[in-house]
């Protein structure tokens, strides 16, 4: 029977479904359009024409973060004819070569040690721009490999038969099989537990590994809590720089694009050593991303002796081939890597 | 369901010992009832004699054993099937009560130091958290972005699972053609997709919404299809003796008596869109609830790992209620039939 109270109420059901699914459609509408606005005014001057520079979100601190606040680099490079897309963030650096992979993002920031895998594999992204360490004893320590405070642990020669928490293919596993080799300890006799930095900070504090190497956020965090540090990396021969890397294609039809990327980099490290304050907490003060009491110091002080990034030489073939021949070594890395095919020269002419 | 089961129940036992009694009085073939009256018979042989009534009426449902203690003739109303609605104010209270506790457990845990900071932040922590993100504006536009991506992939898959279902459920063709790719689908992780769809779809809002809808189709799937299925077919015959055929059938009969499952579909599909959130927003994403999580970790702020739990148990609970809300505007009857 129909009565109509009952087509009132099946009325009212359908409307709302209909305006919910209509608020949805127009809000994800919204979203999509205002990125094609901005790119159309560029015209094709000269090197550019037309390249996208695609870079992954800076998050809320560093040059880039300044640069996309500022909208330094959209600037820069239309007047070479090419615009800038910022991308969304990445929980883990193997999500971050998926993005590579498929070419949502196409220039690339990290340690050698983590893309040497995706290098060893695939002919896309080369290095053209490395960063020297930082040597300064100053500076502070920006990783360390830690044990609890109570542990028994002195000395690097004492993990044997331990567990030590390191992040696969990258960083952590680099410095780890460094100091151990360092220490004269092999280093099937020491467990390496693969897990990702946030993973590696639960397992540490909860005491499920003896130890760990904390790298970038991990390390002041867990320093904070207490944790005894063994070594640094700053006390190794380590060879592992910070290097940017970008996709082969941007490299090859718009080298200029990807040189005023670098010069724009360049230019505001160098202002980041001199006015750090201005670098951290750029776009909130507040929430997740912000940094405040003993941590915005240590990041100022860290901006202060930061090395500024220049171009790759051939040169510098020899960090990729150290830092692959540990890996290779312990059979991190099943093949080798050349050099030469992972290395652009970018550096004009003149 | 139920409901119709336990109202057909009662035909067949009324039926049973009028048939029986005459049967065991006339023929002298059963030994063990032949002579003996009604109650020695129920005692010796229980299955034949007594029985069809009594056990029966016992496994439908111990109301139906009334009728048959009763003479007949001596007409009973039937009791009130449905439970007594209960007060709103006792039911919210007791609704609340659980989650209230183990509220209180938590802030007596972290406050009293029982339970340290680093394993779980205290009320405070996260409340603070909690101003932050509101302060800022973040709160609103991560929920925003969250809603927009999951409502459209909850939107696509769930519409693809429903057309799938009902026409698995309506047709044997139907089924032959999809049940098995499904149940083969259903099996399949979509958290192992991520890879393989970042390669089709880029790390865009595309591949996060695709990833939702693939994530809604299974369970949207499989509950309008045992929806369709349960369908009456007294009622669909019923249906079709007023002449109702194809769609109209299909939309005025047979989607309103699934509409239970369907709705309890759109439940599963809308808490599993929040799992393909937090999947999907690892990647790619400036904005969102599961970028949230992603934040947290990365920045070690267990305040936010906690809240981001906070937000989604708020959302778990809303869902609920809304779907409630569709519940009683969609099945207005429901209350009347349903066993409780």
């Known amino acids: ?350 | 369901m139920t409901l119709e089961g336990v109202a057909q129940a009662p035909p067949t036992p009324t039926e049973g010992p009028a048939a029986a009694s005459p049967a065991a009085a006339s023929s002298a073939a059963a030994p063990p009832i032949a002579g003996s009256p009604a109650v020695t018979s129920s005692a010796a042989a229980p299955p034949i004699a007594t029985s069809p009534a009594i056990t029966s009426s016992a496994t439908a449902s111990p109301i139906a054993t009334s009728p048959a203690a009763t003479p007949p003739g001596d007409l009973e109303p039937p009791r009130y099937l449905g439970s007594p609605r209960r007060r709103p104010a006792v039911s919210t209270a007791v609704r609340g009560a659980v989650p209230l506790l183990l509220v209180t457990a938590w802030w007596y845990g972290t406050g009293s130091g029982a339970i340290s900071p680093d394993v779980l932040a205290g009320p405070g922590a996260v409340l603070g958290a909690l101003g932050e993100l509101v302060a800022t504006g973040q709160l609103g536009d991560y929920l925003l972005a969250s809603a927009r991506r999951a409502g459209l992939g909850v939107l696509a898959g769930g519409g693809i699972g429903l057309l799938l279902g009902v026409v698995a459920g309506l047709s044997a063709l139907g089924e032959e053609l999809i049940d098995p790719t499904m149940q083969m689908k259903r099996a399949v992780p979509f958290l192992a997709l991520v890879p393989l769809f970042i390669s089709w779809f880029g790390v865009e809002e595309t591949f996060k919404v695709v990833l939702i809808a693939v994530a809604a189709v299974g369970p949207m799937y499989a509950y309008s299809y045992l929806g369709v299925r349960g369908a009456d077919r007294k009622t669909v015959e019923a249906a079709r003796g007023f002449g109702l055929t194809g769609p109209r059938l299909v939309l005025g009969v047979v989607i309103p008596t699934a509409l239970p499952n369907i709705l309890m579909a759109l439940r599963i599909c809308l808490s599993v869109s929040l799992t393909g959130l937090i999947a999907a927003e690892q990647i790619g994403a400036t904005e969102g609830i599961g970028y949230l999580v992603t934040l947290a970790q990365q920045y070690y702020r267990s305040d936010y790992m906690v809240l981001c739990i906070l937000i989604y148990a708020v959302l778990g609970l809303l869902i609920d209620l809304a779907i409630r809300g569709v519940e009683r505007l969609a099945m207005p009857w429901r209350g009347h039939v349903a066993a409780r």
Not at chain 1, 108 to 113: M, P, Q, R, T, V
Not at chain 1, 217 to 236: N, W
Not at chain 1, 272 to 295: H, I, K, Y
Request: hydrophobic share 45%; charged share 20%.
């Open chain 1, 1 to 350: 029977m129909w009565t109509s109270r009952r087509r009132t109420r099946v009325a009212v059901a359908v409307a709302v479904a209909a305006l919910s699914v209509a608020a949805l459609t127009a809000a994800c509408g919204g979203a999509g359009t205002g990125k094609t606005t901005a790119a159309a005014a560029a015209g094709a001057e000269s090197g550019g024409g037309g390249a996208v520079l695609k870079i992954k979100d800076p998050g809320n601190a560093g040059p880039l973060a300044v640069a996309k606040k500022e909208g330094i680099l959209e600037k820069r490079l239309a007047e070479i004819g090419a615009k800038v897309e910022w991308g969304g963030s990445y929980a883990s650096f193997t999500a971050t070569i998926d993005a590579v992979r498929s070419g949502s993002i196409n220039v690339l920031e990290g340690a050698i040690s983590p893309v040497l895998g995706y290098l060893a594999n695939s002919e896309d992204i080369k290095i053209f721009a490395f960063t020297d360490p930082v040597t300064d004893p100053a500076a502070p320590q920006t990783d360390g490999l830690v044990v609890r405070p109570d542990s028994p642990v002195k000395s690097v020669k004492d993990l044997v038969g331990r567990q030590v928490a390191v992040n696969k293919g990258g960083r952590g596993e680099y410095l780890l099989l460094l100091a151990l080799q360092e220490a004269g300890v092999p280093a099937d006799q020491v467990k390496r537990v693969y897990l990702n930095p946030d993973q590696g900070a639960s397992a540490f504090a909860t005491g499920k590994v003896d130890a760990w190497w904390a790298i970038v956020r991990a390390y002041p965090e867990a320093v904070a809590k207490g944790a005894r540090v063994l070594v640094h990396g700053r006390d190794l021969p380590d060879k592992d720089l910070n290097m940017q890397a970008a996709r082969v294609e941007l490299l090859k039809e718009h080298p200029e694009v990807v040189r005023v990327y670098l010069k724009v980099l360049r230019e505001l490290t160098a202002e980041a050593r001199q006015n750090p304050e201005r670098f951290q907490n750029v776009f909130l003060d507040q929430g997740p991303t912000a940094v405040s009491g003993p941590r915005l110091a240590e990041e100022v002080a860290k901006a202060r002796y930061a090395a500024v990034p220049r171009f790759a030489t051939a040169a510098d073939g020899a960090f990729v081939t150290d830092v692959a021949g540990i890996f290779q070594k312990y059979g991190v890395l099943p093949g080798t890597v050349n050099p030469g095919d992972v290395i652009f020269d970018l550096k004009p002419a003149a």
